[in-house]
């Protein structure tokens, strides 16, 4: 369920036309909905109502600190894995008790600044992690709230760019190594172990990967409390799919109620991470047909948004419905939508059937909220695109379109290579 619908065979975001917001800002652009994010987060957060939780919503699938801004006024937090992620979370107004932190190389300086700012808990990936965050505490002479985050070795089948809960993958620890540094920890007078965290991966479209999940992470929550380590929180990542094609998803309510289920009656704050789920399917990506190129059997239709802004064709060959922003009944042909990178895996599309596009008509890619602008690069000197977030009839910029001298921003000629 979004906000993005045809009214006249033209494109509008909730009230407005996506043509109309291009003419005040260009292209290419990002533009997302608030009353689909709002949506999204109200659906995904009222569904596992009756069950103490706390929605940290995965900043690193959409990053932009108005999209934070937005879970975090409806009462969301943050899961982070970054001390930019740190930053862009208290600028967007997160309250520290709702941020969690995982990640597999955290620094001792990004360690040092997530103690400092007192976030709710430190998802810990390795002993060697487990023993920095201990000398730190020492040295800070502060108590620090931990979790271990268990490789729970569940194949959720999906991606396996992103599958992460495998014991191939180098995320999070494995069952006995986690109950071994627990007991450890409890010997450890400033690490408080106050929960057990997992992701299994990412765009899991079945239920039972995440059932398996948390139901072998409520055993050693058990374990654990029979060892004297009272574990509070159960953080079970994120990872709930979304639809771009036909795939079906569970809805966050199946989701939620399979949870709840394993979960009644064990006393323990639920902390869910979720991130494409919330945004994915809340934001657009606008390009404009620059060129069209027919070459042999091939048309490519080069438009002037890029991988560089959108990378999810070109590095996991993910699927993104296109369609033209304004709509006509024109033949439809087979094309490569294409942009100006110097490579052949600069690509939107391959082989896609779309009503023919002529030079300056404009194109929406859906499902572009998650990983879309967050994963962005300046590659090949492009500016990076402007962000555009609607409401109703108003629109914001809660980005700008990058200038030429944000591209040299700290870079400098050293004086002997000076004219
Ligand atoms: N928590 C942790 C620890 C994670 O590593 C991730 C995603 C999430 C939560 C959020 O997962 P989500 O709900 O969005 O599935 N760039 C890839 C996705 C990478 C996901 C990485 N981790 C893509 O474009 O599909």
Not at 254 to 283: C, F, H, Q
Not at 289 to 313: C, H, Q, W
Not at 323 to 337: G, L, N
Request: hydrophobic share 40%.
């Amino acid at each position: 369920m979004n906000f993005f619908h045809y009214k006249d065979n033209e494109l509008y975001c909730e009230d407005l036309s996506v043509a109309e917001i291009v003419k005040k800002t260009g292209t290419p652009v990002y533009i997302y909905s608030y009353k689909t994010l709002k949506r999204h987060f109200e659906v995904f957060d009222g569904a596992f109502k009756g069950l103490p939780h706390i929605v940290c919503y995965s900043c690193k699938a959409n990053s932009n600190i108005s999209i934070i801004a937005v879970f975090g006024r409806l009462g969301g937090g943050a899961d982070i894995v970054s001390g930019g992620e740190l930053f862009r979370a208290s600028m967007a107004g997160i309250p520290p008790e709702r941020i969690v932190y995982s990640g597999v190389g955290k620094t001792k300086e990004e360690i040092k600044d997530a103690v400092k700012s007192d976030i709710l808990m430190i998802n810990i990936e390795s002993e060697a992690e487990l023993n920095v965050i201990s000398r730190i505490a020492e040295q800070m002479k502060k108590e620090i709230r931990v979790s271990i985050r268990v490789n729970p070795e569940i194949d959720p089948k999906t991606h396996p760019y992103i599958t992460t809960g495998l014991k191939k993958n180098k995320f999070g620890i494995i069952w006995e190594d986690a109950l071994r540094l627990y007991k450890d920890m409890a010997k450890n007078k400033y690490l408080l172990p106050i929960g057990v965290s997992s992701h299994i991966g990412s765009q899991i479209l079945e239920l039972s990967p995440f059932i398996e999940a948390v139901r072998s992470l409520k055993d050693m929550v058990y374990q654990l409390r029979d060892m004297g380590i009272g574990i509070r929180y159960l953080d079970i990542g994120g990872g709930l799919g979304i639809t771009y094609k036909d795939e079906t998803a569970p809805h966050p309510e199946e989701y939620a109620e399979a949870i709840k289920n394993e979960l009644k009656d064990t006393g323990l704050t639920l902390i869910l991470e979720p991130g494409r789920v919330l945004v994915g399917n809340s934001g657009i990506f606008v390009a404009e047909v620059i060129y069209v190129k027919k070459v042999s059997e091939k048309t490519f239709i080069i438009v002037d948004g890029a991988m560089n802004d959108l990378i999810r064709p070109s590095l996991y060959g993910a699927y993104h419905e296109i369609s033209p922003v304004h709509r006509r009944h024109s033949k439809k042909i087979k094309v490569d939508v294409v942009g100006p990178i110097c490579e052949s895996g600069d690509f939107f599309a391959k082989d896609r059937v779309l009503p023919q596009l002529k030079e300056g008509e404009l194109i929406a890619i859906h499902g572009a909220g998650a990983y879309g602008f967050s994963m962005s690069s300046n590659y090949n000197s492009r500016r990076r695109a402007t962000e555009v977030l609607v409401s109703d009839d108003r629109y914001f910029i809660i980005r700008k379109r990058e200038t030429k001298k944000d591209l040299i921003k700290g870079e400098s000629i050293p004086e002997f290579l000076r004219v």
